[in-house]
Each structure stands twice: as structure tokens, then as C-alpha cells.
């Protein structure tokens, strides 16, 4: 029996990139991306028509960093989007957290060993995988910063992080947005992702009719993963059909 999900037809895929393409790391700089993994991404976004994008809390510029092949992208949490890998970036204006918020993250951060902010465009991450006891403090204190002003910015809970974000985007937000475009229109998303950050995407491809898989759930690591998206990416024996 095949141990994995069947590919509906014509797809369109989004993929999450940390702890679902690659594994979590102590720090997000320390990631070990696989080298194969850009060219794998790049045959796969050719046998879908282009309806493949990887869909990152991080901003584009360092998915570009990461995976240097152009395909399309969405950053920020859906904040930020390219669809045409050489066209433009876009995304809405979205409000920018007070520098008092972050100061008082970085104190809080500071006062535990092992903890740390990750400063975005439009929000920021206190990650404390290297120091668990600080969980309860930052969610207190982030709680209330985001109260400050609700209407603008949500709270939303990583994995051994807390992320403040903007309320007005998210990966739902993203892959609805990209199902009305080109190549990704007229097609049936699947949305992999591992995290509670990625659950609106995965309910955003559900409501479209298509699936939202979560990773630990449909292929339990990132390297198995790899191994589902090598074989949809390889070439197709003639008369066989195709996926896109």
C-alpha cells in the first residue's frame, strides 16, 4: 500500500519551509538546507505549470537566500508575495508593532539565557527553545502588549516561540489570494505545513476543495517529505499523463 497521499489533479501546491521542507533548528540562521532541495523545487514548480509556491513566516529576501531558484514565494505570513519570480514583490499595508514592544521583548528575551528576538518588517518572534522557562512570561507579556492594540496585531503561538503578527494577513489570506491568479487558478490546492502558523492555509485549500496536510500527520518528517515531492517531480513515462 502506498504510504502517501494521492496528488489530486490539476494541483496546486504550497509549501511551509521551516519544519516542513526543512527541519527546525536551535536558531532560524542555523537551518541545514539539503543541497538538493532548490533544484528539487524547480523541477517540481516546472511539472505543475508554475502552480507551486512556498508559503514562510520569513521575508522573501531570505527564502531567496535559502532557495535560489525562481519560483514563486510568499513571505511574512502572507504580508508579502511574488508570484512571477521576476516580478515584483506585493502585499497590503500592514501596520509596524510600536519600538517600545520590542524593547520590552528584547528585556524580557535578555533576562533568559538561550532566548531571543527575531525582528520582522511588520511584527517580531521571541523564541525560547533554548530556554523553556521563559514560555510563560513571554506569552504574558506579549498578551498584553498585543492588547495595546488588537485591532492592528495578533499573538500567534510557534513552535517553542511566540510570534507577534499583523491580524490583517496570514497563510490563509496568501493562498487565497494566489488561488485567484494565475497558474494557481482553476486548480486543486494542497497546503503542507507543521505549525499552528500554518493552520490557515491549510484551512484556506480546504475550503477551496482541496487538502490541507499537516506534516507531522501525512509524512512525518521533512526528510520523507522530500522524498513524496521527488517523486511527483519526476519525469513522467510518455502516455502516462501528467500531474499539472
Do not use: C
Not at 489533479?9 to 537551518?31: C, K, N, Q, S, Y
Amino acid at each position: 500500500m502506498d504510504p502517501f497521499p494521492t496528488a489530486p489533479e490539476p494541483m496546486a501546491l504550497f509549501l511551509d519551509f521551516d519544519g516542513t521542507l526543512v527541519d527546525i533548528a536551535e536558531r532560524p540562521e542555523a537551518i541545514d538546507v539539503p543541497p538538493g532541495l532548490p533544484a528539487l523545487l524547480l523541477r517540481l514548480s516546472a511539472r505543475l505549470g508554475g502552480a507551486l509556491a512556498v508559503v514562510s513566516g520569513r521575508p522573501i529576501p531570505q527564502l531567496d537566500d535559502h532557495l535560489p531558484v525562481p519560483i514563486a514565494k510568499v513571505g511574512d505570513h502572507g504580508g508579502a508575495l511574488r508570484v512571477d519570480p521576476a516580478g515584483p514583490v506585493e502585499g497590503p499595508p500592514l501596520a509596524v508593532p510600536p519600538a517600545a514592544w520590542l524593547r520590552r521583548a528584547r528585556l524580557l528575551a535578555d533576562a533568559f539565557p538561550g532566548a531571543f528576538i527575531e525582528a520582522k518588517r511588520h511584527g517580531f518572534v521571541l523564541h525560547y527553545r533554548q530556554a523553556p522557562d521563559a514560555a510563560g512570561m513571554a506569552q504574558a507579556l506579549l498578551e498584553a502588549l498585543v492588547a495595546e492594540d488588537p485591532d492592528h496585531f495578533t499573538l500567534m503561538p510557534a513552535r517553542m516561540a511566540w510570534e507577534v503578527m499583523p491580524r490583517a494577513v496570514s497563510k490563509g489570506t496568501a493562498v487565497a489570494a494566489l488561488l485567484a491568479r494565475a497558474p494557481f487558478l482553476g486548480r486543486v490546492p494542497v497546503f503542507i505545513g507543521d505549525d499552528v502558523t500554518d493552520e490557515a492555509g491549510m484551512a484556506a485549500a480546504r475550503a477551496a476543495g482541496g487538502l490541507g496536510l499537516r506534516l507531522q500527520d501525512s509524512f512525518g518528517t521533512p526528510a520523507v517529505l522530500r522524498r513524496w515531492l521527488a517523486r511527483l517531480a519526476a519525469p513522467i513515462p510518455a502516455g502516462a499523463g501528467d500531474v499539472a
